[in-house]
């Protein structure tokens, strides 16, 4: 299955602890956007990274998360001293180019803070 | 707050029904898509619509983008079990901003035999 990758697929964290989410996009895709859903929401944009680039991180909250895509090996989606507000579903999206006009979504990653 | 509101957010039908949701917003949108979604897992592409006015059919499925493109609908004629799935509008402000969706909550279909 050549699709985006996600994982891992289910996570729970306690309060305070750090979650790391992986996204390995399609191949020859080099584009990556990470989303979130909480319940009974809608998917929120998160950040929009290149290799090595972040691109548009504007739906980051400004502590406690970062990403990275690094030249080599998967997307990182990174989230220090986690808190129950913080439990939601992380989806990757992945694209071959800009403008192309189709996300292709990962499976998601559920977290879940105690 | 939500840039686009989905309704119904829930829809139930009988097999063989027509239905319709509904993607409403009070901003300009340079391109719509739908994606359905199964539970645990992420969503699927329906369709891209660009231009104000522009139908597109896929199989039982129409969509409609509004003229002054800040609306849309999809219409699902004659549904199926298949049907049934978590319907979600999304779209972009600007062409630059095309992978930077703004989704909608949502419209929960539900297709019984």
Known sequence: NAGVMQNPRHLVRRRGQEARLRCSPMKGHSHVYWYRQLPEEGLKFMVYLQKENIIDESGMPKERFSAEFPKEGPSILRIQQVVRGDSAAYFCASSPGFGTGELFFGEGSRLTVL | ?113
């Open chain 2, 1 to 113: 707050t939500q840039l686009l509101e989905q309704s119904p957010q829930f829809l139930s039908i009988q097999e063989g029904e027509n239905l319709t949701v509904y993607c409403n917003s009070s901003s300009v949108f340079s391109s719509l898509q739908w994606y359905r979604q199964e539970p645990g897992e992420g969503p699927v592409l329906l369709v891209t619509v660009v231009t104000g006015g522009e139908v597109k059919k896929l199989k039982r499925l129409t969509f409609q983008f509004g003229d002054a493109r800040k609306d849309s609908s999809l219409h699902i004629t004659a549904a199926q079990p298949g049907d049934t799935g978590l319907y979600l509008c999304a779209g972009a402000i600007t062409t630059d901003s095309w992978g930077k969706l703004q989704f909608g909550a949502g419209t929960q279909v539900v297709v019984t035999p």
